[in-house]
């Protein structure tokens, strides 16, 4: 018998990971064949507070880099309910101060009152309801993942309850009908085999990404980095990837991304962090941009 060591909603700050309690999984699992240059696998799930701590990072790799690499999103499954009792973590009410932590850490807005006022008992609907969201391309899927976790993360929506990611759903234009049909169906064996690739690379934590040149060789990055992390592991796979120089006004930014937390456009603007909120609230001010706003930081919407 197996004894849980670590809660999954328990990230460590230390080491930047939300990780899986118990896991066995070998660290010398298949290696996927590369289609491009190189492909990031990315281990994930809605509800990791890191994952969310690294979108800024992410975001900019994908500006800079984004020609030379094509993302995989895997989902790893990080709260299938709460048989969990470890970490001072045992109830979804012990999340909440936690995410409170992890938000000011990561600089990221988290409100974790909705562990509180409406408490998720898994993480899997999201996450299956993500792999449905795939079959319809990976454009709209990377737009309801974005919603959903800006859902919880911000707007404390229980993300577990059907009703909120059919609201996803509808606002980033999915076929709603076929969304359905495939959370139901197909999105259910396609989740399963995530976590199964998963347990095959060893995957104890998220964020964890795999990057995979064209021979298949791997480096992999797990928790939360600084941005020269993610380019340094991109550039050993690819030495001759180029960087590429994108817009840094807000115009630009705000018309590739809707909506952009203030540490987000720091990031890509490379504007001084304390400047940000300011200059932010200006264009809001004007009508230029919304702003959602939360106990733990704002949300800046493109008008």
Same mark, same amino acid.
């Not at 964020?207 to 990057?211: L, R, V």
């Not at 030495?239 to 120089?245: E, G, R």
């Given at each position: 018998?197996q004894?849980?060591?670590a809660?999954?909603l328990?990230?460590?700050?230390?080491?930047?990971?939300?990780?899986?309690?118990?896991?066995?999984? =070998?660290e010398?699992?298949?290696t996927?064949v590369?289609? +491009?240059a190189?492909?990031?696998?990315y281990?994930?799930?809605?509800?990791?507070?890191?994952?969310?701590g690294?979108?800024?990072?992410l975001?900019?790799l +994908?500006?800079?880099?984004?020609?030379s690499f094509e993302?995989?999103?895997?989902?790893?499954?990080?709260?299938?309910?709460? =048989?969990?009792?470890? $970490?001072?973590?045992?109830?979804p009410?012990?999340?909440?101060?936690?995410?409170?932590?992890? =938000?000011q850490?990561?600089?990221?807005?988290?409100?974790?009152?909705?562990?509180l006022?409406?408490?998720?008992s898994?993480?899997?609907p999201?996450?299956i309801?993500f792999?449905?969201?795939?079959?319809?391309?990976?454009?709209?899927?990377?737009?309801?993942?974005?919603?959903?976790?800006?859902?919880?993360?911000?707007?404390?929506?229980n993300?577990? +309850?059907?009703?909120?990611?059919?609201?996803?759903?509808r606002?980033?234009g999915l076929?709603?009908?076929?969304?359905?049909?495939d959370?139901?169906? /197909?999105?259910?064996?396609?989740?399963?085999?995530?976590?199964?690739?998963g347990?095959?690379?060893?995957?104890?934590?998220f964020?964890?990404?795999?990057?995979v040149?064209?021979a298949?060789?791997?480096?992999?990055?797990?928790?939360?980095?600084?941005?020269?992390e993610?380019e340094?592991?991109?550039?050993k796979q690819?030495?001759?990837?180029?960087?590429?120089?994108?817009?840094?006004?807000?115009q630009?930014?705000?018309?590739?991304?809707?909506?952009?937390?203030?540490?987000?456009?720091?990031e890509l603007?490379?504007?001084?962090r304390?400047?940000?909120? =300011?200059?932010?609230?200006?264009?809001?001010?004007s $009508?230029?941009?919304? /702003?959602?706003?939360? +106990?733990?930081?704002?949300?800046?919407i493109?008008q």
């Open positions: 018998m004894t849980n060591t809660n999954p328990l990230c460590d700050i230390t080491t930047g990971m939300c990780e899986l309690p118990d896991s066995t999984a =070998s010398n699992g298949p996927p590369a289609k +491009k190189v492909k990031l696998i281990y994930t799930d809605p509800i990791c507070s890191t994952c969310w690294i979108e800024p990072q975001r900019k +994908k500006l800079e880099y984004g020609h993302v995989e999103y895997r989902m790893g499954g990080l709260l299938p309910d709460w =048989s969990y009792n470890s $970490g001072g973590i045992s109830k009410s012990d999340v909440a101060h936690h995410w409170d932590e992890v =938000s850490y990561y600089d990221m807005p988290i409100d974790g009152d909705v562990w006022e409406d408490p998720l898994s993480s899997y999201a996450s309801a792999k449905a969201a795939q079959l319809q391309g990976d454009d709209k899927a990377l737009l309801f993942l974005r919603e959903i976790r800006e859902q919880v993360f911000l707007r404390k929506k993300i577990a +309850k059907w009703d909120n990611l059919l609201e996803a759903a606002t980033v076929n709603l009908d076929t969304f359905t049909a959370y139901q169906g /197909k999105a259910q064996e396609l989740f399963q085999q995530d976590l199964a690739l347990r095959q690379l060893g995957v104890r934590g964020p964890t990404m795999f990057f040149d064209e298949g060789n791997q480096e992999k990055v797990y928790g939360f980095k600084p941005y020269a993610f340094k592991a991109l550039r690819q030495p001759s990837a180029l960087k590429t120089v994108f817009a840094t006004d807000w630009p930014l705000f018309a590739t991304y809707h909506t952009l937390t203030s540490r987000e456009f720091a603007s490379g504007m001084n304390k400047e940000v909120d =300011s200059y932010l609230q200006q264009l809001a001010d $009508g230029k941009l919304a /702003k959602l706003t939360t +106990k733990n930081g704002f949300l800046w493109r």
